[in-house]
């Protein structure tokens, strides 16, 4: 199959990429290389793999629908995106172009290229701040907590409406705090594992009591490709955790079991637009893709810890404009 991965220079997508170029697969990568984060850590993410790598931006619709003419892939994995619950409320019309047109923009590409498979990365945040734990596909969401969440959101209905305008076969994968080798380096796992590494101080948000559903980026992997063979509603959801929660003290205290060091904890409040919990019911991603996680937080933190330590790359915080 010719498969497209977009953001596929990135901390999932290139894991994606390595998977798929495992089973013979022909990949492009679509990834702007954005600042983000320091642009060379993408670049050694996919630096061993043999696949084309097209710098384009998906809000430049023009050379998006050229570049799929010229490819016409059986699938593309959208894994590109503006991330980030805080730098969106900094920055709302960016997410906005980048998440919402981008996304739209890919789709009519895909639709005039003749593809026919479209996955698309969601994010648990769509849920906001509902009452049901676990968090289950069929939930109504009436109201997200962040501008992230909105673009997500709306990245799922235009894949609705796609799916039912045109038979395109769409599946939405909901995505669980994901963590494992080559995180990028402003998410929590990698920020706490640096500063505790370096006896530097960490920031706490909040009282420490809030849950998150960490993912182990392998077990997100299996979930992907088992949406790649999914023959039965031409559209349909699903999450992609772990089913277990985890606080944040807890967290920290894991890192610093592995890490081998006592954390250094600044405290502040809690930031606007967090969610204080997030909890997937895979019940249905079990049944149907044959998704089963097989790395929970206690082994998947050391594992992490251990690429830590082993790795040799550029370490740049989020720019000050985006943070």
Same mark, same amino acid.
């Given at each position: 199959m010719k498969i497209i991965v977009t953001g596929g220079a990135g901390f999932i997508g290139s894991h994606v990429v390595r998977a798929l170029l495992k089973k013979g697969e022909t990949v492009t990568i679509i990834d702007n290389f954005d600042d983000f984060y320091n642009p060379e850590i993408k670049r050694n993410n996919i630096a061993d793999l043999d696949c084309e790598i097209a710098p384009v931006d998906l809000r430049d619709e023009k050379e998006i629908h050229q570049l799929l003419q010229r490819i016409k892939p059986d699938a593309i994995i959208h894994l590109a995106a503006r991330a980030g619950v805080r730098p969106s409320i900094q920055n709302p019309k960016l997410y906005l172009e980048t998440n919402v047109n981008g996304t739209l923009n890919l789709l009519e590409g895909a639709r005039a290229s003749g593809c026919h498979r479209f996955? #698309?990365?969601?994010?648990?945040?769509?849920? &906001? $701040?509902? *009452?049901?734990?676990? /968090?289950?596909?069929?939930? +109504?969401? +009436?109201?997200? $907590?962040? !501008?992230?969440?909105?673009? *997500? $959101?709306?990245?799922? %209905?235009?894949? &609705?409406? /796609?799916?039912?305008?045109?038979?395109?076969?769409?599946?939405?994968?909901?995505?669980?705090?994901?963590?494992?080798?080559?995180?990028? =380096?402003?998410?929590?796992?990698?920020? /706490?594992?640096?500063?505790?590494?370096h006896g530097e101080p960490i920031k706490q948000f909040g009282d420490g009591s809030t849950r998150r559903d960490y993912t182990y980026i392998d077990d997100i992997v299996q979930g992907v490709l088992g949406a790649m063979t999914y023959e039965r509603e031409l559209f349909d959801i699903f999450n992609l955790g772990e089913n277990e929660t985890t606080t944040l003290s807890a967290l920290i205290t894991m890192i610093e079991?592995?890490?081998?060091? @006592?954390?250094?904890?600044?405290? /502040?409040?809690? %930031? =606007? &637009?967090?969610?204080? $919990?997030?909890?997937?019911?895979?019940? @249905?991603?079990?049944?149907?893709? &044959?998704? %089963? !996680?097989?790395? !929970?937080?206690?082994?998947?933190? +050391?594992? #992490?810890?251990?690429?830590? *330590?082993a790795a040799k790359r550029p370490t740049v915080p989020l720019r000050s404009s985006l943070s």
């Amino acid at each position: 199959m010719k498969i497209i991965v977009t953001g596929g220079a990135g901390f999932i997508g290139s894991h994606v990429v390595r998977a798929l170029l495992k089973k013979g697969e022909t990949v492009t990568i679509i990834d702007n290389f954005d600042d983000f984060y320091n642009p060379e850590i993408k670049r050694n993410n996919i630096a061993d793999l043999d696949c084309e790598i097209a710098p384009v931006d998906l809000r430049d619709e023009k050379e998006i629908h050229q570049l799929l003419q010229r490819i016409k892939p059986d699938a593309i994995i959208h894994l590109a995106a503006r991330a980030g619950v805080r730098p969106s409320i900094q920055n709302p019309k960016l997410y906005l172009e980048t998440n919402v047109n981008g996304t739209l923009n890919l789709l009519e590409g895909a639709r005039a290229s003749g593809c026919h498979r479209f996955l #698309f990365a969601s994010s648990s945040s769509v849920y &906001g $701040l509902s *009452k049901v734990v676990p /968090f289950h596909e069929a939930l +109504p969401l +009436p109201q997200t $907590l962040s !501008p992230y969440a909105a673009t *997500k $959101l709306a990245g799922e %209905q235009l894949c &609705g409406n /796609f799916s039912y305008l045109y038979g395109m076969r769409t599946i939405c994968l909901r995505f669980f705090t994901v963590y494992g080798p080559a995180q990028r =380096p402003d998410l929590a796992i990698h920020r /706490f594992t640096d500063a505790i590494s370096h006896g530097e101080p960490i920031k706490q948000f909040g009282d420490g009591s809030t849950r998150r559903d960490y993912t182990y980026i392998d077990d997100i992997v299996q979930g992907v490709l088992g949406a790649m063979t999914y023959e039965r509603e031409l559209f349909d959801i699903f999450n992609l955790g772990e089913n277990e929660t985890t606080t944040l003290s807890a967290l920290i205290t894991m890192i610093e079991q592995a890490v081998g060091c @006592k954390a250094i904890i600044e405290h /502040f409040p809690e %930031q =606007p &637009g967090d969610m204080p $919990l997030t909890c997937a019911d895979i019940s @249905k991603a079990q049944r149907l893709l &044959g998704y %089963q !996680p097989t790395t !929970p937080l206690a082994i998947g933190i +050391p594992k #992490f810890v251990e690429w830590h *330590k082993a790795a040799k790359r550029p370490t740049v915080p989020l720019r000050s404009s985006l943070s």
